[in-house]
Every structure is written in C-alpha cells, then in structure tokens.
Nanobody, 121 residues
Framework: QVQLVESGGGLVQPGGSLRLSCAAS????????MGWYRQAPGKQRELVAT???????NYADSVKGRFTISRDIAQNTVYLQMNSLKPEDTAVYYC???????????????WGQGTQVTVSS
C-alpha cells in the first residue's frame, strides 16, 4: 500500500512564504511524475506544478515566478516552495504521484489527503 503524506500547510500573511512537502511511503517500484494540485472553495481542482522523472517542470501561469517545485528522488519526496503568496492562493493543496508498485504493472495515480494553505492578513 502506498501513501502520500503531506506537510507544511498553514496560515500566512500576503507576501509570505510556505514550503509544502509530500513523501511517498510504502513499496514503490518507479515514479513517473509528482505534482501539486489545489482546490479552493466552490472551485474545481487545478494543477499547480508538476515534475517528471527527468526533472522537467510545469507550472500554472498563476504561480510562475513565485512557486518552485523540486524533488528528492532517493526519498520519493516532492516539495513546493511558495513565495509571494496572495490571498487567491488560499486552497487545499493535494499531492499527486503517478507511479508503479511493481515491474510491469500499470502506472497509477495516487493522491495525498490534502493540506490547507490560507493566505490572509
């Protein structure tokens, strides 16, 4: 069984910073990509940033230049450094991983439980 364990959310003032972490625990054969998504109240879940097995990154336009995604391959962990936070960044942030549990098995998406980020003065 694989679990994605997130940490690092909280309350921060506008202009502040937070760092989210997500670790994949359990037996994992291979990870294709990891990323962060967010869902604000009354809105659909949206992509924030992703990073693939070869280090390629992708960001939502709304966070480019402010957020940075990175990873620790050995620890199966992905990070999201969020700077210059705005009230519109307030949402529940979810970690995602596309991975294989065994050689030859299919790629599957796994999700974390979500961590709340609130940007408010």
């Amino acid at each position: 069984q694989v679990q994605l364990v997130e940490s690092g959310g909280g309350l921060v003032q506008p202009g502040g910073s937070l760092r989210l972490s997500c670790a994949a625990s359990g037996r994992v054969f291979s990870i294709n990509a990891m990323g962060w998504y967010r869902q604000a109240p009354g809105k659909q879940r949206e992509l924030v940033a992703t990073i693939t097995y070869d280090g390629s990154t992708n960001y939502a336009d709304s966070v480019k230049g402010r957020f940075t995604i990175s990873r620790d391959i050995a620890q199966n962990t992905v990070y999201l450094q969020m700077n210059s936070l705005k009230p519109e960044d307030t949402a529940v942030y979810y970690c995602n991983a596309r991975l294989k549990l065994l050689y030859g098995s299919a790629w599957r998406d796994y999700w974390g439980q979500g961590t709340q980020v609130t940007v408010s003065s």
